[in-house]
């Protein structure tokens, strides 16, 4: 069954630093997504992308935050500055279809900033 | 914020059935009704999805209410594989997908 995989599965980042965490979606869906999720709390959208642009974004997702494709596969998110409060599991999504569809997750990147 | 209701929490035996309900009371005729399932330390899992009619597939049924206010999963035999938290979602399209608090089924052996 095609996945959706993140990379890294963790990482530890010093307050203030840059973080790129990276997404492969699934090969041929056009919609790609980042979510959060703080410990113990709920799953947070992020920003929808889409025909390389962002197509919707959150509150949360400020201008410490962008995302990018860099290439026919990958799709980053990147944390400019990181705050201690951006410590979080980060999901990245895919789906084929804009309605009437799912979206696949990804096992997530859990960021702890220190 | 989450514009559908659910109860925190629900407890099924192994190999019995589940009802999970969810209540939609703002949902808009073109919304689509989703669930979603979070296991432990795992990210979301698609379960299921439907518009009006009922909808079947090898995880899960979903029965929707006529007047769509409401929404109930099924797990037709619960298995211990299936304990998680159980999100249902409503919206006009998947690239904006709004949780909630989700119910956390427990499942006994």
């Known amino acids: 069954e095609p996945e959706v995989t993140q990379t890294p599965s963790h990482q530890v980042t010093q307050m203030g630093q840059e973080v790129i965490l990276r997404c492969v979606p699934i090969s041929n869906h056009l919609y790609f997504y980042w979510y959060r999720q703080i410990l113990g709390q709920k799953v947070e959208f992020l920003v929808s992308f889409y025909n390389n642009e962002i197509s919707e974004k959150s509150e949360i997702f400020d201008d410490q935050f962008s995302v990018e494709r860099p290439d026919g596969s990958n799709f980053t998110l990147k944390i400019r500055s990181t705050k201690l409060e951006d410590s979080a599991m980060y999901f990245c999504?895919?789906?084929?279809?804009?309605?009437?569809?799912?979206?696949?997750f990804g096992q997530g990147t859990r960021l702890t900033v220190v | 914020d989450a514009k559908t209701t659910q109860p925190n929490s629900m407890e099924s035996n192994e190999e019995e059935p589940v009802h999970l309900p969810c209540n939609h009371s703002t949902i808009s005729g073109t919304d689509y009704i989703h669930w979603y399932r979070q296991l432990p330390s795992q990210g979301p899992e698609y379960v299921i999805h439907g518009l009006t009619s009922n909808v079947n597939n090898r995880m899960a049924s979903l029965a929707i209410a006529e007047d769509r206010k409401s929404s109930t999963l099924i797990l037709h035999r619960a298995t211990l594989r299936d304990a998680a938290v159980y999100y249902c979602?409503?919206?006009?399209?998947?690239?904006?997908?709004?949780f909630g608090t989700g119910t956390l089924l427990a499942v006994q052996p």
């Open positions: 999504a895919s789906s084929e279809m804009l309605v009437d569809t799912e979206a696949f």
């Open positions: 979602i409503d919206g006009g399209a998947t690239n904006k997908l709004i």
